[in-house]
């Protein structure tokens, strides 16, 4: 299957201070990625879809000035969490739905990405 | 408000017996529904989707079950292995035949298959 490999796979950064996330599909062009977090024990909830060269379209409630989403490519999408906080403690995910005319729901996933914030 | 709910946090099971896990949701527009794996601190790996035009879809071991009637859809794993033991979601998306389709997930269900 395609691969989406993310990076770093674990940070801890200082309060107040911006991390970025790398989401890349390795095999496969994507035109839309997903960007996911997961606190322990809950679901993964869905943050932004990510377009390459437009806006990402942010769910409700996910601050778009906190949360920096960059499509620059089509197999590249960043995710800046900007002035981050302990609350912002998680674990993001991006994933990415194959190529058209497959199996387009059966979205690939990164390894996901480990957030600290002390 | 959780359009996909899980209502078991966890499920234990021998080995070689069945799994079921259940998933419910509320959004009649869902059209294709799917189940995925996840271990800590990994991404969750597909396993087995179905369209809501089929009421059961079989892969291997794994058999997911749908009745759009009851807003329900459930998975079963047989026999179940120790190997299968992670945390299980059940995902709903709308519209089928889109590329850029989001899934909704439910809260997930952690198996845990005893030898």
């Known amino acids: 299957g395609a691969v989406v490999s993310q990076h770093p796979s674990r940070v801890i950064c200082k309060s107040g201070t911006s991390v970025k996330i790398e989401c890349r599909s390795l095999?496969?062009?994507?035109?839309?990625m997903f960007w996911y977090r997961q606190f322990p024990k809950q679901s993964l909830m869905l943050m932004a879809t990510?377009?390459?060269?437009?806006?990402?379209?942010?769910e409700q409630g996910v601050e778009k000035d906190k949360f920096l989403i960059n499509h620059a490519s089509l197999t590249l999408s960043t995710l800046t969490v900007t002035s981050a906080h302990p609350e912002d403690s998680s674990f993001y995910i991006c994933?990415?739905?194959?190529?058209?005319?497959?199996?387009?729901?059966?979205?690939?996933f990164g390894p996901g990405t480990r957030l600290t914030v002390l | 408000d959780q359009q996909v709910k899980q209502n078991s946090p966890s499920l234990s099971v021998q080995e070689g017996r069945i799994s079921i896990l259940n998933c419910d949701y509320t959004?009649?527009?869902?059209?294709?529904f799917l189940w995925y794996k996840k271990y800590p601190a990994e991404g969750p790996t597909f396993l087995i989707s179905?369209?809501?035009?089929?009421d059961k879809n079989e892969d291997g071991r794994f058999t997911v079950f749908l009745n759009k009637s009851a807003k329900h859809l459930s998975l079963h794993i047989v026999p179940s292995q120790p190997g299968d033991s992670a945390v299980y979601f059940c995902?709903?998306?709308?519209?089928?035949?889109?590329?850029?389709?989001?899934?909704?997930f439910g809260t997930g269900t952690l198996l845990a298959v005893q030898p």
């Open positions: 179905i369209s809501s035009i089929k």
């Open positions: 990510s377009n390459e060269g437009s806006k990402a379209t942010y």
């Open positions: 995902a709903a998306s709308k519209a089928y035949g889109g590329a850029t389709n989001k899934l909704i």
């Open positions: 095999d496969f062009q994507a035109t839309t």
């Open positions: 994933s990415a739905p194959p190529l058209l005319g497959s199996s387009y729901n059966e979205q690939f």
């Open positions: 959004n009649s527009m869902f059209d294709y």
